[in-house]
C-alpha cells in the first residue's frame, strides 16, 4: 500500500487566487512526480524530482505553476493565478529509482477553481 | 514520445464473467504499471511488470515485452472490481510515466 501523503483533499479557489497542494512522499524515495488528471480521466504528466533537482518538466509549469521538493519539507505544486481550466486532481507518486520500478501514488489534491 | 493505447474503453460484465484488458505501447517499456482508480480518484499499482507474467488473487499480467503489448486478466470478476483501469508505461532512461485512457469496468450482480 502507498505511503504517499498528499494535502489537501479538496480545496477551492476562485479564479486568479494561488492554488498550493503538498506531498510528502514514502520514506527513502528521493524521486518525486507531479501528474494532473482532467475531468475526461487523461494523466498529463507536469514535473518530477530526484532530491531537491528538477529531472523533467513541461512547458506549462514554467509559467503559472511552480513545484519543489525542498529537503527536509514536504514536496508542494502551487499555482499562482488559477485558472477554470486547472480544476482537476493533482496527483503526487514517488520511486525508488528514475526508472524502472514501480511509482506509488498518493491519493490525490482535487482542485476545483471557480 | 511513449504512447500507450488501452482497450476496450468500457466493459460491463455480470457479476463472476471474466475480464481481459489490453494495453498496446509505442516503445519497448522499461516501466510498465497497472493501475486501478477508485472512484474517489486513488489510484493503486496493481502490477510493475515490464516483462512476463504475474498474479496476485485474481488479477494476472502479462507483458510481451518485444510485441510492446501488456495485458491484465481478471478472473471471476465482482462488484467490487468496478472502476477505472490505467496502463502505464516509459521507456529507455525516461522516468516519466506515459498514462493510456483507461478502461471503464462496471461489474453488475
Known amino acids: 500500500n502507498s505511503k504517499v501523503i498528499q494535502t489537501p483533499r479538496y480545496l477551492v479557489k476562485g479564479q486568479g487566487q494561488k492554488a498550493k497542494m503538498r506531498c510528502i512522499p514514502e520514506?527513502?524515495?528521493?524521486?518525486v512526480f507531479w501528474y494532473q488528471q482532467n475531468k475526461n480521466n487523461e494523466f498529463k504528466f507536469l514535473i518530477n524530482f530526484q532530491n531537491q533537482e528538477v529531472l523533467q518538466q513541461i512547458d506549462m509549469t514554467e509559467k503559472r505553476f511552480s513545484a519543489e521538493c525542498p529537503s527536509n519539507s514536504p514536496c508542494s505544486l502551487e499555482i499562482q493565478s488559477s485558472e477554470a481550466g486547472d480544476s482537476a486532481l493533482y496527483l503526487c507518486?514517488?520511486?525508488?529509482?528514475?526508472?524502472?520500478?514501480?511509482?506509488?501514488f498518493g491519493e490525490g489534491s482535487r482542485l476545483i477553481v471557480v | 514520445g511513449q504512447q500507450v493505447q488501452q482497450s476496450p474503453a468500457s466493459l460491463v460484465l455480470q457479476e463472476g464473467e471474466n475480464a481481459e484488458l489490453q494495453c498496446n505501447f509505442s516503445?519497448?517499456?522499461?516501466?510498465l504499471q497497472w493501475f486501478y482508480q477508485h472512484p474517489g480518484g486513488r489510484l493503486v499499482s496493481l502490477f510493475y511488470?515490464?516483462?512476463g507474467t504475474k498474479h496476485t488473487g485474481r488479477l494476472t499480467s502479462t507483458t510481451v515485452t518485444n510485441e510492446r503489448r501488456s495485458s491484465l486478466h481478471i478472473s471471476s470478476s465482482q462488484t467490487t472490481d468496478s472502476g477505472t483501469y490505467f496502463c502505464a508505461s516509459s521507456g529507455g532512461s525516461n522516468a516519466k510515466l506515459t498514462f493510456g485512457k483507461g478502461t471503464k469496468l462496471s461489474v453488475k450482480s
Open positions: 507518486a514517488s520511486s525508488l529509482f528514475q526508472a524502472g520500478n514501480t511509482l506509488y
Open positions: 516503445s519497448t517499456a522499461t516501466r
Open positions: 520514506k527513502g524515495h528521493p524521486v
Open positions: 511488470n515490464p516483462s
